[in-house]
Each structure stands twice: as C-alpha cells, then as structure tokens.
C-alpha cells in the first residue's frame, strides 16, 4: 500500500505567522497534491506537482506557496498566516492520470490553527 | 470549469439495508473519470470506485457499486448490505480527461449506519 506521510499532525500558530507543512511519498509517485478540508466545503485543491521542480495552481492557492523539492517531498507554505487558513490539511499522491490504476493516496492530514 | 456537487449532506440507515448517494458533475470535456472516496471516523482517506466516461457498464467493487447516468451528468454510489464500518464520509469526485488535471471533489455526504 502507498505511503503518504505528512508532518507534523498538529500546528498551532499566531497570525502573521510563517507555517510548512510538510509531505513525504515513498512510492514513486509522479504528481503529489495539498488540498484543504472545511466543514461544508468538502476537499479544496490548492497546489499540485507533477514531478520536482513543477508547480501547478489549484482552486484555492491564494496565501499558499508550495514546492516540489523532489519527487518524494512536497512542502507547503504559508508564509502570513491567517485564521481563515485554520484548516485539516491533506496531502496525497499518485502515479498519474490516464493510467489504469488510477487513484490518489491520501496522508493521514495536518490540523492548522491560526490564532 | 469542472464542478461536483453532493447535495446529500447526511443519510441514516440501518445494517445490513441499502444506502443510496447522489453526485452530479459538471464538465465541458467529453471524458472524464469520475471516483469515490470514502473518509473514516480516524480522519483516512481511502479509494472506493471509479467509472470512466467512456465505459457503459456501471463498476462495482465489493458491495459498492455505481449508477452512472451520463445523460444527466449524475454519478450515484450504491452500497449494499451496509456494515456499522460503512458509517463514513463519502466523496465524489472528478477529473476531466485532458491529461494532468487534478481531482475535483464535492462537498461530502456523511453515512451512519445503525444497528
């Protein structure tokens, strides 16, 4: 089964503050993913990756920086936090699109609250 | 733009019935794959079932299976002989079929089965 770890799983921070998450996969995975989950709002992509060194926006990116520093590690960054980022945030994985097996891997999240 | 909406917040159902969810999509592709998610009480997220636009036949995993009616751009997850582990949060979601795309999730519809 394909490994997403996430760190840490528990953040607390001061608006205006500077925050990584970070997200490791050791499966050999070509895309990568960061996406928010708020009550009501289901799962909300921010960015995602396709291999180190891309960056591709997502639906949400607004306030968030990421970057793919290899293929195993994707990290993102909130740089001014605020409170409307408090938020259990997921990072997942996959092979790819198109191929049979298609699916994302999800970590277990990151809880975020900005005080 | 690609959209999914689950208009189903919360279902109830006793074990060992029938549990119904509904999901409609909105895509200007004409292919796309459409997936389920299921999150658990712990936070996991985990892959169910996935139907492919171009496919006729309606998947089936296990005791999940899909109605996919492409006329009305709907996608309806069908557990039967549900257990009290089926109590969860189910995700709809979708990738247009242009490839690199991202998944696009709904907003969630939270399943308690009862004894």
Known sequence: ?115 | AQKVTQTQTSISVMEKTTVTMDCVYETQDSSYFLFWYKQTASGEIVFLIRQDSYKKENATVGHYSLNFQKPKSSIGLIITATQIEDSAVYFCAMREGQGGRALIFGTGTTVSVSP
């Not at chain 1, 992509?45 to 793919?68: C, E, F, M």
């Open chain 1, 1 to 115: 089964e394909a490994a997403v770890t996430q760190s840490p799983r528990n953040k607390v921070t001061v608006t205006g503050g500077n925050v990584t998450l970070s997200c490791r996969q050791t499966n050999s995975h070509n895309y990568m993913y960061w996406y928010r989950q708020d009550t009501g709002h289901g799962l909300r992509l921010i960015h995602y990756s396709y291999g180190a060194g891309n960056l591709q926006i997502g639906d949400v990116p607004d306030g968030y920086k990421a970057t793919r520093t290899t293929q195993e590690d994707f990290f993102l960054l909130l740089e001014l936090a605020s409170p409307s980022q408090t938020s259990l945030y997921f990072c997942a994985s996959s092979a790819g699109t198109g191929v049979s097996n298609e699916r994302l891997f999800f970590g277990h999240g990151t809880k975020l609250s900005v005080l």
